[in-house]
């Protein structure tokens, strides 16, 4: 696909991000302006491999190698080199309801799996699919397409993130009617509230896709929190409506036991980034606790990943005084390791736009690894001061379990007056689990079988992160696909939903 020499004639280019000092003064993306001539000199890189695993969605290593969506990567790939960029669109759509969305916020394990990132830099692939999108979008093909006939059957989503906009989707191009519950001001859920502006623009990405999907007829009911709402209570969901598909979320975050845990100042990860999004969006904190603000402060985010990463980005662009991110695990290597070939998602060093950010202001990356935090300080007034961290190796127990252990000698003070604790999520909110009388596995998720999505209560299904546990945001389109197309088949008896 794509230009038989393309890749021995050009080298890797992304999308150039804007300079890090440039973008902290605003809240806007981060990418600079693009050149789709380069996208498609970009997309000629795409060899001719014939047996692309970009596509496949396979899990090595106990994490995704290629497109859980299964993206038609090559297609497009060689469509965007020929310049037949409406083609490309339409090959892209097949599988994938949001490319606006997961070209910007996707990990890419698709760039992970690229056959040529075996040898060399893999395609841009990423870029690749966010330019088709925001083509379509230029260039007025992004209109409503609502179904020209509708079957009759109503069908309830609760949750409004990209899973459950997903199922919405498909379901409603199948023609049933859907009604989407949130229990937030706004629809989309970690899209919209999980995910700083800089990332995934909230009005000029987020909303738009909304209304289009409202043009297309899909109703959403805001400010309904079904586990807590009594008027839209799960009982009445099941009456009025002929199936209910679930998708909620991992939003129960995991907690810091430790002394001094209770110090004024120390938050959640997402509610500071929720403060925060609701800030540029209403611009006022309208009763949100003045605490959620690092303006001023000496910051420290405790945890890795996506979370902790737009945690420092977003201190930076509040004005903290300094901000320090630590991570218990070692710092990853900078090549491949021997345990992790290719084509297992690459587990190597790099920084995030956060990091890169920081570097800028600081002078070197925030991260601090093999930390440990021990305790936290606080003044006389119970505000947060500060924290007690030590250094630390991993050994293995008696049982040969991975237990931390301390070095002797690093116990440290580090200086703080808010602390964002970014160490993921460990399930499910259980209250509308159990108001829907759900059975649930080990980890507390929702029992339900991937690619079947059923529940123990006919008629309702189960899809996203609140099925499999904390994910990505493709892996929660890929869920309320499924989703969809079980509920069609459930209620129609068959289904032509991919």
Request: aromatic share 6%.
């Amino acid at each position: 696909m794509g230009k038989p020499t393309g890749f021995l004639e050009h080298e890797r280019a992304t999308i150039p991000d804007r300079p890090p000092l440039e973008r902290i003064k605003d809240w806007k993306e981060i990418h600079d302006l693009r050149s789709d001539d380069a996208v498609k000199t970009q997309a000629s890189r795409c060899m001719d491999c014939g047996t692309p695993y970009c596509h496949t969605g396979l899990m090595f290593g106990g994490m995704s190698s290629g497109c859980p969506i299964n993206n038609l990567i090559p297609e497009f790939n060689d469509l965007v080199y020929r310049g037949r960029w409406d083609e490309a669109l339409e090959r892209l759509l097949k599988t994938n309801n949001f490319p606006d969305f997961t070209g910007r916020v996707c990990p890419a394990p698709c760039e992970g799996g690229c056959v040529l990132g075996s040898i060399e830099p893999p395609v841009t692939i990423k870029n690749v699919e966010c330019t088709i999108s925001d083509r379509g979008w230029e260039d007025g093909r992004m209109t409503p397409k609502p179904p020209a006939e509708r079957t009759g059957k109503t069908v309830a989503v609760v949750g409004s993130g990209p899973a459950g906009l997903a199922a919405a989707d498909q379901l409603n191009q199948a023609g049933h009617t859907v009604t989407v519950f949130e229990r937030e001001d706004r629809p989309g859920g970690l899209l919209m509230y999980g995910i700083p502006n800089m990332k995934l623009d909230k009005q000029e990405v987020v909303d738009r896709r909304i209304e289009l999907m409202k043009a297309e007829g899909i109703d959403f009911k805001c400010n309904v929190f079904v586990a807590k709402n009594n008027e839209w209570t799960p009982s009445r969901l099941r009456k009025e409506f002929d199936a209910v598909i679930l998708c909620c979320g991992a939003t129960k975050p995991r907690d810091l036991e430790i002394k001094g845990r209770k110090a004024k100042g120390v938050h959640m990860a997402m509610d500071f980034l929720t403060a925060n999004t609701r800030h540029q969006l209403d611009h006022h904190f309208d009763g949100t606790n003045p605490e959620l603000n690092a303006t001023g402060k000496d910051v420290v985010v405790i945890g890795g990943g996506d979370t902790g990463t737009d945690c420092v980005g977003t201190s930076l662009r509040q004005g903290c005084n300094s901000v320090c991110q630590l991570e218990i695990m070692p710092q990853p290597p900078m090549e491949r390791a021997a345990n992790n070939p290719w084509p297992e998602w690459p587990k190597v060093y790099k920084m995030d736009y956060g990091q890169q950010e920081a570097e800028a202001v600081q002078g070197a990356d925030p991260r601090k690894y093999l930390v440990m935090t021990k305790a936290i300080l606080k003044d006389e007034e119970g505000k947060v001061k500060g924290l007690q961290v030590v250094d630390i190796t991993w050994g293995k127990d008696e049982q040969g379990r991975f237990v931390p252990e301390e070095t002797e000698g690093t116990l440290r003070t580090i200086d703080a007056q808010l602390i964002l604790l970014a160490m993921g999520f460990v399930g499910p909110e259980q209250k509308i689990i159990n108001q829907f009388k759900l059975e649930t596995d080990a980890r507390s998720n929702v029992k339900a079988e991937h690619e079947v999505y059923t529940t123990n209560v006919e008629g309702v299904f189960a899809a996203g992160d609140m099925r499999r546990g904390q994910s990505l945001v493709v892996w929660a389109i890929n869920e309320g696909r499924g989703a969809a197309r079980e509920c069609d088949r459930f209620l129609m008896g068959s289904t032509q939903l991919p």
